[in-house]
């Protein structure tokens, strides 16, 4: 405790006038630049302790996949930390070679095993051995996990990236000496990707969709009901993938992916930390300057057609109970954007939310219960969702009852003073209570940016939420909430548990 | 310096358009210039202890307009009766629900209070602790520490209907436990090690809830919540001495009790063999192996910490790299050697495999373990752990709120205030024989009770090819007649 006279002091001068919340002290320390090439950088200083925090966000999640290729875009998540032709082999030309040859043998043995006329099973295991073998000769030029180690021995934190419906997104920190070593290594893993080990990593993600997917209730159930909801739209489509598609597609697939999608144009880097835009810009220029300009992909074509008719699916499954119902809304960036957000606040946050008092505080149906907008992404037009995990004794029917009731209350009558007021403020503190760390900001600033072509929307978006009006939120609830334009999914017990212990 | 540094400190006060091309790079990572990291030290908190035994923490921080904190007092589950499991759940439900005897401030008030001013007053139930914590804008400090003061030093009202609340709360929690193979494996795999009605591994019941009365959680309150038995941590905007004075103000002349008494607890034999829980709606195996670990206060802590980051500790540790990238058995594979503040953590490796390789993935694990009594640590394997360590922990000190929970944490278990600063020293002095001596000394590949959920008619191969098999039967017990409806 020696230093507390020392640390009084410090204190003292740190408190600065600057209110660090609002816009007007971001722009003082929020820079953008947009190279030659396309891709857009956001610089945000925050210089309390030396460490940076980076976030890439591509503009391309499994939004563009189609059957057959299902699950690519998380795939090549996974692919990108597999190094580079420099970062991960003993000798990049050799290996190169050996993986070209591990593709011919792959498309000669899938296309065996898939063959259904003349399907021959000795053709097909000559094939698979063919290829076993070639993947064990490209291997043997591989330095596995190089990439990652690297990262993490340079004291990189947080090392990770995902994969949604929308974008996929990569992250970490280093301190802050490390700032040109990320930018050498961030934008070698997008110049040149290299695709070894792909199909021991396909192995590693079939896992992760047995873990997510097939061995939870409530993975199998949101699998089959946005499956449901979307009938035209990728967004029906499992981010995780198919598993028959999972098993079949290739390097090769997924450097086409890449190939389209991973262009500079589709990219936001965000930086923030302990760092200024006069360091940063020029390293950035400089890396990723490399990557060559290419066209944007065009707008996704297909939109998800008017939903004609309430749709429902049922599991009959051995566990808990389940109830899920969404209705589709606009894509964000919709002038009623914020007023789904007010809807959702009144709904679900807190104790005083109406789904809380109701389901869990009074009639005890449910132990938890929401409902929420942007499912499965928001980018596209998506579904507000409502959802009741029931308490013992209780029936998935009992929790969508007391749900439509609450839906009739907000298109029948109006919020009241206390209730809009509460969203309000509450979207003014959860914005201040968001600008606390390196990484959740560069993960606001490079989404807002990549989505709406300003970070400055993290703000608006606020100020937006503050002019919802009550006549706001009975219109919208009236155009959204309807029989038509719902999709139900639940898990029904096979075996009902024994009523609550009193 | 180095010409980057020089074109750096050029672009810095010149301009902001770059030359583009005109910026040397380098495709060698090896050529990167890392210049030093500028000297941080994290500020520490300020420590004050009250005359009857509070004691403060303080980390002022001006960053946003918020002001932050929690009281942790002694006493949690582990204290509780066996035939009352989940007594302190309740505890910590109700306590804030059910409010305070104040008038308007019964819980359904305080909801709404707090909730108009977007703050937060929370109350939990742990292990060793129980907790008020609070979350608000500077300028509602007053009202909301009021609030934590009366929670504190007045008797909460637990009314019968939020402690029905709370119970039926926690029997949905029950209820639900089988549906989560990963809940399943952590929580059986506890109660093999520890034993199934050991404190630090047993559960709660339909009877064991029911079994909770108001009198109890009135007699917990009573027990324990004494300024002798809480640490408060408090951080945000504020200044520090101005703070001091403001709680001194509400807690110095709230009178001592009687000091929570040091939980006892015996830790049992080792129970080692194959446990087997059959569970026929997964395509995926959960394996986790587990026996005794250690206390935090062990003489080998740092080299058990390098031990832990060469095992599991990341991407390029030897699980991912053997087990995940070059095997692919495995997205999710995890491992370690856990040391607990006051009582033996678990030593643990675990993975989820597709049930055609579970018994493949239960070799490729123990072969693990014996790799690491074995096989010694390499310089290579040594330099890239301690590397990371030592690189990243910056991590751990870059806000003042992570620094505070640290010390918190420390001096709540009895732990001196200065092992974030010893840290980075303690790490360095570690040598790979080190290593390879803690990993022959801790672990027991023959004393891992190896717990296996999963679909057993789709094994590779049947679990008793690798020895005598137990069943765990995980049916949850129906509520006794008594306390049904």
Not at chain 1, 40 to 64: I, K, L, M, N
Request: proline fraction near 5%.
């Amino acid at each position: 405790m020696k230093h507390l006279a020392a640390c009084a002091l410090l204190s003292l001068a740190l408190a600065a006038p600057l209110a660090a919340q609002d816009v007007a002290s971001f722009e003082k320390r929020t820079s953008v630049h947009t190279l030659g090439n396309g891709l857009t950088v956001v610089v945000c200083e925050r210089h309390e302790a030396p460490v940076v925090s980076f976030f890439t966000y591509v503009d391309v999640g499994a939004d563009r996949e189609v059957p057959g290729i299902t699950g690519l875009a998380h795939m090549f998540e996974h692919m990108a930390f597999k190094g580079t032709d420099r970062i991960g082999t003993t000798d990049y030309k050799a290996e190169s070679a050996a993986l070209g040859k591990v593709e011919e043998a792959y498309r000669a043995y899938d296309l065996e095993r898939r063959r259904t006329v003349a399907h021959d099973e000795t053709k097909v295991k000559g094939a698979e051995q063919a290829w076993r073998s070639a993947m064990e000769e490209a291997e043997g030029f591989v330095v596995t996990n190089a990439f990652p180690e690297l990262v993490e021995r340079q004291g990189g934190e947080g090392l990770n990236a995902f994969t949604s419906s929308d974008e996929t997104a990569y992250v970490y920190s280093f301190p802050a000496n490390r700032v040109e070593l990320w930018a050498l290594l961030e934008s070698g893993r997008f110049l040149h990707p290299v695709m070894r080990e792909f199909y021991k990593e396909r192995d590693v993600v079939i896992e992760e969709r047995r873990l997510r997917t097939e061995s939870r209730p409530i993975g199998r159930l949101i699998e089959q009901f946005v499956a449901a909801a979307f009938t035209a739209h990728p967004y029906g489509q499992p981010v995780i993938g198919w598993p028959s598609d999972l098993q079949a597609f290739s390097a090769t697939d997924a450097m086409e992916f890449f190939k389209n999608y991973y262009v500079p144009a589709n990219v936001v880097v965000a930086i923030v930390g302990d760092v200024t835009p006069a360091q940063v810009f020029p390293l950035v220029e400089a890396y990723f300057g490399r990557l060559p300009r290419q066209p944007k992909p065009e707008p996704l074509r297909t939109v998800e057609p008017p939903q004609r008719c309430e749709r429902q699916v049922i599991l009959r499954d051995p566990s808990q109970p389940i109830y899920v119902e969404g209705y589709h809304r606009p894509a964000a960036g919709d002038p009623d954007d914020a007023t789904y957000d007010a809807i959702s606040d009144v709904l679900s946050n807190g104790r005083v939310s109406r789904l809380y008092r109701t389901l869990v505080r009074d009639k005890r149906v449910a132990a938890d219960t929401g409902g929420f907008n942007g499912f499965p992404g928001d980018k596209y037009p998506n579904l507000f969702v409502f959802y009741a995990m029931t308490t013992p004794g209780h029936k998935p029917e009992e929790a969508a009852d007391l749900i439509h009731a609450e839906i009739e209350r907000l298109k029948n009558e109006d919020v009241n003073d206390d209730e809009l007021a509460r969203v309000k403020t509450r979207a003014k503190t959860e914005l201040i209570r968001s600008l606390d760390s390196n990484t959740g900001l560069a993960q606001q600033l490079a989404t807002a940016q990549a989505r709406f072509g300003d970070w400055r929307e993290i703000f608006r978006r606020v100020e937006r939420i503050d002019k919802v009006t009550k006549p706001d939120v009975r219109r919208v609830a009236q155009a959204t909430f309807r029989l038509g334009n719902r999709t139900v999914g639940v898990v029904e017990s096979t075996q009902m548990a024994t009523a609550a212990a009193k | 310096m180095n010409l980057g540094q020089c074109l750096v400190a050029a672009a810095a006060t010149t301009t902001l358009l770059f030359p583009g091309s005109a910026w040397p790079q380098t495709q060698d990572v090896g050529a990167i210039a890392i210049p030093e990291l500028r000297s941080f030290r994290p500020e520490q908190p300020r420590l004050v202890t009250l005359p009857n035994g509070m004691v403060l923490m303080l980390e002022p921080d001006q960053e946003l307009p918020l002001v932050r904190g929690y009281a942790l007092i002694r006493g949690g589950s582990r204290d509780e009766p066996a035939d009352k499991v989940g007594l302190v759940s309740i505890y910590g439900q109700a306590w804030r629900t059910g409010g305070t005897k104040v008038k308007g401030h019964s819980g359904d008030e305080l909801d709404e209070l707090l909730e108009n001013k977007a703050a937060l007053v929370e109350t939990a139930g742990g292990l060793d602790a129980t907790s008020v914590s609070w979350d608000c804008m500077k300028g509602d400090f007053d009202a909301v520490m009021g609030i934590v003061a009366e929670m504190l030093r007045t008797e909460p009202v637990f009314p019968q209907d939020k402690i029905e609340l709370a119970k039926t709360q926690i029997s949905s929690a029950i209820a639900r436990r089988n549906d989560d193979p990963d809940a399943i494996l952590r929580r059986e795999s506890r109660r093999l090690v520890y034993g199934a009605t050991s404190p630090y591994a047993r559960i709660d019941e339909y009877t064991t809830i029911s079994a909770v009365t108001r009198d109890d959680l009135v007699a917990w309150h009573r027990r324990y919540v004494h300024p002798n038995n809480i640490v408060m941590a408090v951080w945000g905007d504020f200044d520090a001495r101005q703070m001091e004075r403001r709680l001194r103000q509400m807690f110095a002349d709230w009178p001592r009790g009687t000091p929570a008494q040091e939980a006892k607890i015996s830790v049992p034999a080792a129970r080692p063999g194959y446990y087997l829980v059959e569970k026929d709606d997964v395509t995926q195996s959960k394996i986790q192996m587990a026996h005794l670990g250690l206390r935090r206060d062990t003489r080998d802590f740092y080299a058990i910490e390098v031990m832990n980051e060469v095992l599991g500790g990341g991407f390029g540790s030897r699980l991912m790299t053997d087990v995940r990238a070059k095997q692919g058995l495995a997205y999710h594979v995890w491992g370690g050697l856990g040391m607990a503040y006051d009582y033996p953590g678990l030593f643990r490796v675990g993975m989820g495999t597709k049930s055609d390789t579970t018994v493949r993935g239960i070799e490729a694990l123990l072969a693990e373990v014996d790799a690491m009594t074995q096989r010694p640590v390499s310089e290579t394997e040594l330099a890239h752990a301690k590397d990371g360590l030592l690189n990243s922990f910056i991590f751990r000190i870059d806000s003042r709120e992570k620094v505070l929970h640290e010390e918190v944490s420390d001096y709540f278990h009895g732990y001196p205030l200065d092992l974030l600063e010893r840290y980075m020293d303690g790490v360095r002095a570690v040598s790979a024989s080190d290593v390879t001596r803690v990993a022959r000394e801790y672990l027991h590949k023959d004393k891992l009770a190896v717990l296996v959920v999963g679909r057993p008619s789709d094994f590779d191969r049947p679990l008793t090819s690798l020895g005598p098999v137990t069943k765990v039967d995980i049916t949850i017990p129906a509520p006794s007649d008594a306390s049904a409806r």
